[in-house]
């Protein structure tokens, strides 16, 4: 009777578990023009989950990148964050990031989008030209 119940309790666990793997919905904005709002948003707010949702990221170190990469700009107060997507809005390639740190110093970097299943996501790699 013990052994059934644990192997009950196991099966049910393991059925909640890949019910809950299945739910998670794939990273990503379904278009362009949602991704650049995301992460325009994600980046202002200094929200890593938000972050973490938009990557092209290898395995489960999305979340842990994410929330490495909100601490610097936490550290060095970045706001006025803008992104602009090219060549074109509606199939980049390139995300370019701006924005001023907390000294009021101008910065911009650009990002690699990619696009897969239609779920658009931006890779903290150099874009291929």
Do not use: C, K
Request: no cysteine.
């Amino acid at each position: 009777m013990t052994v059934a119940l644990a192997v009950t309790a196991v099966v049910v666990w393991l059925g909640v578990v890949t019910a809950l793997i299945a739910r998670r919905p794939d990273p990503g904005e379904p278009s362009p023009a949602a991704l650049r709002d995301a992460l325009a948003s994600a980046l202002s707010a200094h929200d890593a989950d938000a972050l973490g949702d938009l990557l092209n990221y290898p395995g489960s170190g999305a979340s842990d990148f994410a929330d490495d990469y909100i601490a610097v700009l936490d550290d060095r107060s970045v706001h006025d964050v803008t992104v602009r997507l090219s060549p074109d809005d509606r199939a980049p390639t390139t995300a370019e990031v701006s924005g001023r740190s907390g000294q009021g110093q101008p910065f911009s970097y650009r990002l690699a989008v990619t696009t897969e299943d239609g779920r658009w996501t931006v890779a903290f790699t150099p874009p291929l030209p």
